[in-house]
């Protein structure tokens, strides 16, 4: 794809790329510095993998105190900072360029402390999501925000990004659920940020660190509020005619007083790609299907599962599935979880990461079919339905730029009619690069002057993953206001 | 007697922000003013309220949000959620009793003090619930920031910011919050006679059950006959019951537990939420210590030492609201140096206003989280207009 746009690399800083790896070289261990072209490659993209930049050099220090040291430098050397956990954003966030190094976090992936009593936790940031959670699981905890990529990504990623999951309509998502933060500022600071307290004094600046991309810090250990499972989860699956009455339905089911661990939406397209692949047993002869998930004791799931299959029925359901056991239950979550990979199997796809609010939900379904019909492309949706966070999967082909080209126009402009219908254009996967120049269809100048103002605070230079969020266009610079 | 600015809509509002920045007049921001007394004394000769900015912007059940220009009364918000079943969950506090002020507290207000209650150890802080606001900034600018979906991770979160900034980077003139269902049900199971640290295990051992207690709070010996330790349960009546029994088994071990009930029960956790305990006598100063709860016990036993103390606990021993005398310097120094090197820290809620001009009523923050601050302060309010030095000199 070519639609989105690189800042010319600052050719300086290319010129002095031999000295600027010299002078990494003094501060890590040689193992931890990647400066082959071929071992670069394996950092030059991110999940949005139709965009690869060589990064100049690949830092991945071991101590905070070697990313302080990096951060100094770099800083006094103008060298721009990407820096990365394990490269799963979908948005572009972890590309880097020429001119810029790549500094991970990857190889700090220790617990450094469990307090069950407090029901917190400290890591260090590049430790994988997925390990967090098993970190506590022996005590019957868990770390709430569970996205899809939880094997690979890294809290620090999470806590760059925000990220949400499958859970987060009852548990919330990352910022919900961390309570402090270490982080090197540009210029080797290294501060704390929050705690083990509940609240922290003074401005919640962690309220800004988590979601902002990586570009006020590098975050090296996180304090993370963990909780206690509940007694059993279980789903159940409906099929319904139309995605208008499951809609109506996820509607009913809050306006009765029931908030579930998960409300899962699938259009057909996205039902019938998931069922090829996972024989996940899903009806076929549907238009919609949710997937709702309840915990408590056994008792109590089935209370509150008969209310559900109550009001399914009250908007007539046509299939409804509850699981009777362990494997049920897991068949009923594959055909979801596997949803990207089954989409990846038969095409190429993008996934966009709008929020609806959900009344919108069947005008936004019918619109985006018009929209990328209108490309000659297919999409398939699955979404977290109770809160309106969608994930149109946009299928084309990769080899053909005419098609990869229309599918992020399409992609575009579903993301517009996010926002028109009082949505956003990011509900978990951050800006990036893939969004940044939509950002004044939801921003008009004035937000993101504050936005960047803020920014620069903590990078007046813009040297921290700079090429992202803000439209390239009209950055607002320290240097700009005449004091 | 100081001028009043009481705009009718955001356009006004951000007129009379304008002016003051061009005229460089500091301005005191407030709501309804019933929380004007926490914080560092004003000099100021112009007070700006959003009390004209009032009404419902936006409620849809189904979608769990409401919407409210920032003067509208904390109370019609809620009776607003209240007919659809729906509330707050943060459960704000009413600082009227503690702080002895009259009038309503403002939805503006609530967030502009990150104001919550017992429910945030489960539920989350206010600034959790709150999505969306619009504010003007110290330039006069209307900024947006957030929106009215859940999900949102569009651009810097401002939101947070905001939330517990205390009108010093601006002044909302709309917030956007989630809501949950109101709790149909609520159950209380009381443990009696455990000291301190005891009652902060007992806590730990409720929240760290399956049973989703969502309310922990110990009201030592000294401010009851016999200690009371309380967790809360709320949910569908059939769960509620079962919940009760399954955490006194779990608690066997801490002595015989009561059960608590419907509207007493909500009226010892409103208590618990407004610190009415300690409101009595009125002259004592009123801290609110946040801290890490298994180190709450032994903090507040080396304050004891130094001062006269009366406190309660919330939060499973994660909030201490702890009345002292008002003389010198308030307890700041004996307090704050119990807190030292625990990562807790304290805020002065109440106490005369010479004291609150000479100790710090927030924490003082380290050297570089102070710079951040303070750069942040000016990249909202350049001018120093906003509630000046209302959170600490130079904020
Ligand atoms: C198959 C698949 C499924 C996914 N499912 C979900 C999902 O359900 N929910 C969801 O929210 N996301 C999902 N994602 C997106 C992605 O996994 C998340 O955004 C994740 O948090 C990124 O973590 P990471 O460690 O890979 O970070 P990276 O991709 O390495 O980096 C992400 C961002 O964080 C910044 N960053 C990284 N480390 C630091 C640091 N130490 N300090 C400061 N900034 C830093 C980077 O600069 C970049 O901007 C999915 C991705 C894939 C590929």
Known sequence: MSGIAFPTPDARVVARRDEIVAGLSRLVAPEALVTSEDERRAFETDGLTAYR???????LPSTTEEVSAILRYCHENGVKVVPRGAGTSLCGGAIAQEDAIILGVSKMNRVLDVNFADRTMRVQAGITNLAVSQA?????????????????????????????????????????NVLGVRMVLLDGAIVDIGGDALDAPGYDLLGIVVGSEGQLGVVTEATLRILRAAEGARPVLFGFPTSESAGACVAAIIAAGIVPVAMEFMDKPAIEICEAFAKAGYPLDVEALLIIEVEGSDAEMDATLARIVEIAKQHGVQTVKESKSAME????????????????????????????????????????DEIVKGYSLRVANVFHAGDGNLHPLIMYNVNDPVEAKKAEDAGNDILTLCVEVGGCLTGEHGVGIEKRDLMRRQFNDVDLEQQMRVRAVFDRQWLLNPAKVFPLEGRWLPQTDAA | MTDLLQPRDEAELAEAVRSAFAGKTPLAVEGAGTKAGIGRPLQTERTLTAKGLTGVTLYEPSEMVIGARAGTPLREIEATLAEKGQALTFEPVDYRGLLGTAGEPTIGGVAAANNSGPRRIMAGACRDSLIGVRFVNGRGEVVKTGGRVMKNVTGLDLVKLMAGSWGTLGVMSEVIFKVLPAPAHTVTVVLHGLDDARAVEAMAAGLGSPFEVNGAAHLPAGLERVSKTLLRLEGFPESMAYRAAELRKLLKGFGGADVVEGDPATSLWRQVRDATFIAEPRDAAVWRISIAPSKAAAAVAAIRRALPVRCFYDWGGGLVWLA????????????????????????LIRAPAEVRASVPVFEPQPAAIAALSAGIKASFDPAGILNPGRMAAGL
């Open chain 1, 136 to 176: 506590v699981n022996y005590e019957g905890f868990f770390y709430a925000p569970d996205p899809s990529s939880q094997l690979a990504c890294t809290i620090a990623g999470n806590i760059a990004n925000n990220s949400g999951g499958a859970h987060c309509l009852k548990y919330g998502v990352t910022t919900n």
């Open chain 2, 324 to 347: 002292t005398t008002p003389a010198g310097d308030a307890g700041s120094g004996p307090i704050r140096a119990a807190l030292a090197g625990t990562g807790g820290h304290a805020t």
């Open chain 1, 329 to 368: 239950t897991a068949a009923i979550w594959k055909g979801r979880k596997s949803a990207f990979g089954a989409t990846g199997r038969i095409a190429d796809y993008i996934c966009m990461d709008g929020t609806i609010p959900t009344g919108q939900l069947p005008y936004v379904l019918k619109r985006m």
């Open chain 1, 53 to 59: 930049k060589l990064p100049l050099a690949v830092v």
